[in-house]
């Protein structure tokens, strides 16, 4: 993860923490469950911009933003979905 995406994962967890450690479980368990999938599969989420890929996950207002690359999935953003559509777009200059 870019370390501005492990940041809003840490936020996340921490409202939900704060909450109910069962969702935040719940939401932990659900980033593990995305991450495996998408190494298995890291084609299968859609496009949202040239190579950027979508995972949402399910039970949870969050999308986790990434981009495949030759050696590696990055995680652009754990983006909620009350956030600025493309706000991560400016983390795309960071993988380069």
Same mark, same amino acid.
């Given at each position: 993860?870019?370390?501005?995406?492990?940041?809003?994962?840490?936020?996340?967890?921490?409202?939900?923490?704060?909450?109910?450690?069962?969702?935040?479980? $719940?939401?932990?368990?659900?980033?593990?469950? =995305?991450? *495996?999938?998408?190494?298995?599969?890291? #084609? %299968?989420?859609?496009?949202? &911009?040239?190579?950027?890929?979508?995972?949402?996950?399910? $039970?949870?207002?969050?999308?986790?933003?990434? =981009?495949? *690359?030759?050696?590696?999935?990055?995680? #652009? %953003?754990?983006?909620?979905? &009350?956030?600025?559509?493309?706000?991560?777009?400016?983390?795309?200059?960071?993988?380069?």
């Amino acid at each position: 993860m870019l370390s501005v995406a492990g940041k809003e994962m840490a936020e996340a967890m921490a409202w939900y923490r704060e909450r109910s450690p069962r969702a935040a479980e $719940g939401l932990w368990l659900k980033v593990l469950e =995305a991450r *495996r999938s998408m190494a298995l599969f890291p #084609l %299968a989420a859609p496009l949202i &911009s040239e190579n950027v890929r979508r995972f949402i996950l399910s $039970g949870y207002p969050y999308d986790l933003i990434y =981009a495949v *690359r030759v050696e590696e999935i990055a995680i #652009l %953003a754990v983006a909620h979905h &009350s956030r600025q559509p493309g706000y991560w777009l400016e983390r795309l200059e960071q993988l380069h």
